[in-house]
């Protein structure tokens, strides 16, 4: 079949690779989340065993590409960053982002009947779009992910002075809504307080901050393995950098990572190969 008189259809196929040495994004986003929450009555403005089944969906996803050194996620979306140096599928856009699309998909409704126990799934199935964006520096992509995550901060308070005063205020969705037109989040924060008692502050992180997961080194060891594995030959390195991604732990954590804080903590997430630091 290889060389039949067919062959040259493939000739119309569009090389796609990313560029060399950007940081990859891919970004998946739930299709229709908005229906899908009312169909199931997710709690508004968060439901808990949503998130955590993204989470866990994310989690097998990082476990299954070892080329991913973090992933960010809030709502319906997540965002798995790829090394810059990451090889797989030659780096093929519609590759990755088709694999890690339907992966999560396959993770998310395969894991559903655990996260969200009662509910019993229908079609249309839960599905999940996904794209590629090249970032060239890691100051760029710090500040993609700063965008998502001050997205998640200022979709969470704004939902959460919405559904309050619908939930507990007693406002139609259309009167709720004139009342938040044109507040700023102090505004928001001071409604949230003064009626309905609630510091925006002590809400939960999960809502506030979204969720980061992570591959964990224990940096003393690795830095000692490192230099072992720097006598040795290329080859076998590459295999053992694979088994040391593979066994390494996964954290999940809702925290900050806007600020330097988070990456100062953990160089190693960032750095450019293994033993560098942090830095350009
Ligand atoms: P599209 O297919 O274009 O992405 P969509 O309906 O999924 O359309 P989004 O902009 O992705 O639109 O919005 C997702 C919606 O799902 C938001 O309204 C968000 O509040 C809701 N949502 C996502 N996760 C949860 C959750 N855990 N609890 C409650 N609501 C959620
Ligand atoms: P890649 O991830 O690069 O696509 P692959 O292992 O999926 O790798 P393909 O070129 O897609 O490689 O080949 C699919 C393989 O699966 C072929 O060897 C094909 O013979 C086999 N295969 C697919 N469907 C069936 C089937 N129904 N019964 C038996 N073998 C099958
Ligand atoms: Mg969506
Ligand atoms: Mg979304």
Not at 162 to 180: P, S, Y
Request: aromatic share 12%; glycine share 6%; hydrophobic share 35%.
């Amino acid at each position: 079949m290889a060389n039949s008189e067919f062959q040259y259809v493939r000739s119309f196929e569009t090389w796609d690779a990313l560029p060399p040495s950007n940081w990859i994004v891919v970004r998946i986003d739930g299709r229709g989340f908005s229906k899908l929450c009312k169909k199931y009555d997710f709690a508004k403005p968060n439901d808990r065993r949503a998130l955590d089944l993204m989470n866990a969906a994310a989690v097998e996803v990082v476990r299954s590409f070892v080329d991913i050194v973090l992933a960010y996620g809030q709502s319906d979306e997540y965002s798995f960053i790829f090394h810059e140096s990451a090889q797989l599928f030659e780096r093929r856009a519609v590759k990755l982002a088709t694999s890690v699309a339907t992966q999560f998909t396959a993770e998310y409704c395969m894991l559903w009947p655990k996260y969200m126990q009662g509910v019993e799934l229908e079609r249309p199935w839960p599905t999940f779009d996904g794209r590629c964006v090249c970032y060239p520096k890691r100051k760029i992509l710090r500040d993609y992910l700063a965008w998502r995550q001050a997205d998640c901060h200022i979709n969470n308070l704004y939902n959460t002075t919405f559904w309050n005063l619908v939930l507990k205020g007693g406002r139609t969705g259309t009167e709720a809504e004139e009342e938040l037109k044109g507040t700023v989040s102090g505004d928001k924060n001071e409604i949230l307080f003064t009626k309905f008692g609630i510091n925006y502050n002590k809400e939960d992180e999960i809502y506030r901050k979204g969720t980061v997961v992570y591959r964990a080194y224990d940096l003393e060891v690795n830095g000692q393995e490192r230099n072992k594995e720097a006598t040795e030959g290329s080859k076998s390195q590459l295999e053992k950098e694979k088994k040391r991604k593979m066994k390494a732990k996964i954290e999940v954590e809702h925290c900050d990572i806007i600020g330097d804080g988070f990456w100062e903590k953990r160089p190693y997430i960032l750095a450019s190969k293994r033993g560098e630091d942090y830095g350009e």
